[in-house]
């Protein structure tokens, strides 16, 4: 079956623009995940949702940062007024009912570049 | 909190072994093994849950030290497909949430 989808897989922006990244978890999990990776660090984690709600969002560096996912299956994370420190590749994972023992599958990212 | 990932890089020749470590400050729930190549997703490799359990996958397993909070990955008979940063993603009690805190990786790199 298909994995986890991302889009789109690259997107530069300028400094003070609104992006949003979107994220297809596979079907059934309802559990999905957002982290952040930089260059030569582990994946740092910003959210995640059970179902449309959004579980723990304790990792959302500020208010710039949102995410969303209304019925339960795709997920936008929505960035206002991008920054350059923003520049990162956004990870995004999903695994079945979000408990210790399921596996988190992991999309390809989407690399933004604020400049 | 973020777990620390020991040694940093590593080199091996194919056939040898390896052994990379991860400890946490906090007590931990489970323990998430990832394998990501440059530009790729991360891949898993094995959970383990708290309890001291020791896993296996192939050449490639891990133990859990509840104690120590502490978690070792060992690879053994190195392959060339080995190569790649490893992660270990901890989730700290009371957990069962699967959110994960990585810690900052150690590169493999095996030589033919």
């Known amino acids: 079956g298909a994995g986890v989808s991302q889009t789109p897989s690259n997107k530069v922006t300028e400094k003070g623009k609104y992006v949003e990244l979107r994220c297809d978890p596979i079907s059934g999990h309802t559990a999905l995940y957002w982290y952040r990776q930089s260059l030569g660090q582990g994946p740092e984690f910003l959210i995640y949702?059970?179902?449309?709600?959004?579980?723990?969002d304790s990792g959302l560096p500020n208010d710039r940062f949102f995410a969303v996912r209304p019925e339960g299956s795709v997920s936008t994370l929505k960035i206002q007024r991008t920054e350059r420190g923003d520049s990162a590749v956004y990870l995004c994972?999903?695994?079945?009912?979000?408990?210790?023992?399921?596996?988190?599958?992991f999309g390809p990212g989407t690399r933004l570049t604020v400049l | 909190q973020q777990p620390v990932q020991s040694p940093q890089a590593v080199i091996l020749r194919e056939g040898e072994d390896a052994v990379i470590n991860c400890s946490s400050s906090k007590a931990l729930y489970s323990v998430h093994w990832y394998r990501q190549k440059h530009g790729e997703a991360p891949v898993f490799l094995m959970i383990l849950l708290k309890g001291g359990e020791q896993k296996g996958h192939e050449k490639i397993s891990a133990s859990f030290n509840e104690k120590k909070q502490q978690s070792s990955l060992y690879l053994t008979a190195s392959q060339l497909s080995y190569s790649g940063t490893y992660f270990c993603g901890t989730e700290i009690e009371p957990g069962n949430t699967g959110k994960l805190i990585f810690g900052q990786g150690t590169t493999l790199q095996v030589k033919p």
């Open positions: 994972a999903s695994s079945l009912l979000g408990v210790s023992t399921d596996t988190q599958y």
């Open positions: 949702f059970q179902g449309t709600g959004a579980a723990d």
